[in-house]
């Protein structure tokens, strides 16, 4: 079983930064983070794997990062150059121990363990 408590969300001007982050209880290192805006499907943003091999969404690359601490089963992204498309409801999700070579960790279906989720707001 783990449990997840995200935090961080908030409300930001275009080209600003926000840091999320993400608690685990219970063993995981193989995590993500997803969004979901109004109306729209939830998608993966970044993953990562407790080994730092990390993977992105084409929409947030070089301008968001996944960094994990195994001691503090916490995972951060950080988000930098926030555009108004970027508003959404942010997720994220686990799964038990590492992952696996097979996962695609960018598919919602590959997460068991979801948080409750934290809002990010991005004003022109």
């Known amino acids: 079983q783990v449990q997840l408590v995200e935090s961080g969300g908030g409300s930001v001007q275009s080209g600003g930064s926000l840091r999320l982050s993400c608690v685990a209880s219970g063993y995981t290192r193989c995590m993500a983070w997803f969004r979901q805006a109004p109306g729209m499907e939830r998608e993966g943003v970044a993953a990562i794997d407790g080994v730092d091999n990390t993977k992105y969404a084409d929409s947030v690359k070089g301008r968001f990062t996944i960094s994990q601490d195994n001691a503090k089963n916490t995972v951060y992204l950080q988000m930098n150059s926030l555009k108004p498309e970027d508003t959404a409801m942010y997720y994220c999700?686990?799964?038990?121990?590492?992952?696996?070579?097979?996962?695609?960790?960018?598919?919602?279906?590959?997460?068991?363990?979801w948080g409750q989720g934290t809002h990010v707001t991005v004003s022109s």
């Open positions: 999700a686990a799964v038990p121990g590492y992952c696996r070579s097979y996962y695609n960790r960018l598919a919602s279906t590959t997460y068991n363990y």
